[in-house]
């Protein structure tokens, strides 16, 4: 597809192959009257382990498939530099993520409909469905029939899994079979993006089919360097692939899919952004738009590990006859500990008195690794004693955070700076999530299979010290997202409803980036569903008169 001008032309480019550009590839490019360029940076992403469930402890510091970034020294955490993954590759990070799906509470986008006309719970939810193959008990709110499938393995559950489910009953939390259909609180097993055993990412569910295409082009290898401007309009981007720079246009939009990190990073790498930021980096103006990298906003957690009477994962997965009895129960089944995820049991609860919307959401791992070497996460080499780890993630934080650029080179990382329990309220809910962790743990079903708290410790006991060690223990949950947010003011946001970036035709943002405020629990069904809403408005677009 090359123009007059000798330059390759498409209807659409998108940037990154991620858990939102891989769906609107896929959408853009079904009726098959577009044609559609996916660039992506990384590779195309068929490792096994990759497609293992349990193989996301090894891609965790893998960089062929990983940014593998690290925010700044951060002095809420006690200036520690965190670790952020995020996937580099075909399915962006639903290719390295724990494949935990949650859709988020109705109140999250009561939020996004306030400041985004067209996202809220019943704009949205409809969009679930529509993704969703669900293979669980039947519910009116469930999808059955979409390309991601999404399994119940509540079945599969191990039995310290099982006692920590009672144990939260026990505390007072009412059990929720399906916490993506009518009710999102309460406590239950976790549902994961796999088929028959195996990851169902972003790239599989969407792009992989839409790629036997004729109109749809992926490239991988592809690093975006700039979007191109001809009088205020986006027309195309210039990439480097194999040491070669190139450039492309675009008819109709250039959509940045590149997530919370990277997509606010090429914006200002083009000339849009923070207008002093930009000249300190020696990077033109093309139009100033303050907002971009501002709102950053993650979710940060902290494990409690208890070590056990009764054998946990870590007796099935820590001997070499383990792994080889997992593996070939694998191989031979796709069942087994080798295709769930990390954690099996969690919940979403109300600790503080409210608007009655969670403000808390629970892990349960029937498995620890606290002997992990720096820069591991060997989850099929986990602690030689039984354990399970207990742990929680403020829904709602408030404290934000910046991305802005450390220099001006594209292929540098962004300079990434958390700022994390920078708030009151954070800090309060920290201490308030150990004090309800040690209330499940104390209930009669998980008190009987507990020998003690390991970490922190009983002698870590009143709010000074929770919090304390809250700074020093606590880890992103790889949630970053809000970087890039919707709303209709451009002084307080970076795209309007429709995703289109205030004050540029022809431009948009569609990923984790525009959430306005950060969803109640993981962030991937969130981002999917982005994705689908930007396809939605697109071809809308095209149909009633072209680009924006």
Known sequence: MFGANGLQDF???????????????????????????????????????????????????????????????????????????RGKGLGGSSAINAMVWVRGAPSDYAEWGQVALGWDWPDVEPVFRRIERWTGAAHPARGVSG???????????????????????????????????????????????????????????????????????????????????EGGRATGVTYRQNGQMHQVRARSEVVLCGGALNSPQLLMLSGIGDGAHLQE?????????????????????????????????????????????????????????????????????????????????????????????????????????????LGFSPCKPTSRGVVSLRTPDPFDPPRMQPNYLSTEDDCAMMVAGSRLVRRIAEAPSLRAVTVAEKEPGSACESDAQLLDHARRACGTVFHQCGTCAMGRDPARSVVDARLRVHGVAGLRVADASVFPTIPSGNTNAPAMMVGEKAADVLLEDAKHGGAS
């Open 11 to 85: 209807d659409y480019v998108i940037v990154g192959a991620g858990s939102a550009g891989s769906v609107i590839a896929a959408r853009l490019s079904e009726s098959g009257q577009h044609s559609v360029l996916v660039l992506e940076a990384g590779g195309a992403a068929r490792h096994p382990w990759i497609r293992i469930p349990i193989g996301y402890g090894k891609t965790f510091y893998d960089t062929r498939f990983n940014w593998a970034y690290t925010a700044d020294p951060d002095p809420g955490i006690m200036d520690r530099a965190m670790y952020w993954p």
């Open 147 to 229: 390309p991601l499938t999404v399994t119940d393995v509540s079945e599969h559950m191990h039995p310290l899994s099982r006692a920590y489910v009672q144990a939260a009953q026990e505390a007072g939390f009412a059990f929720n079979p399906d916490y993506n259909a009518e009710r999102f609180d309460g406590v239950g097993y976790y549902q994961i993006t796999t088929r028959n055993g195996m990851r169902a990412s972003a790239a599989g569910a969407y792009l992989r089919p839409a790629m036997r295409r004729g109109n749809l082009r992926v490239e991988t290898g592809a690093h975006v360097t700039r979007v191109l401007f």
């Open 281 to 389: 980096m020696g990077i033109d103006v093309v139009h100033p738009l303050a907002q971009v990298g501002r709102n950053l906003s993650d979710h940060l957690g902290i494990d409690h590990l208890y070590t056990a009477t009764r054998p946990s994962l870590n007796q099935e997965l820590r001997p070499v006859w383990g792994k080889l009895k997992a593996a070939l129960r694998y191989g031979l089944f796709r069942t087994g500990p080798l295709s769930m995820s990390l954690n099996h049991g969690g919940g979403f609860v109300q600790v503080h008195e409210g608007d009655g919307a969670p403000d808390l959401q629970l892990y349960f791992s029937p498995l620890s690794y606290s002997k992990a070497p720096s820069g591991t996460r060997p989850l099929m080499s986990p602690d030689p004693f039984p354990a399970f780890r």
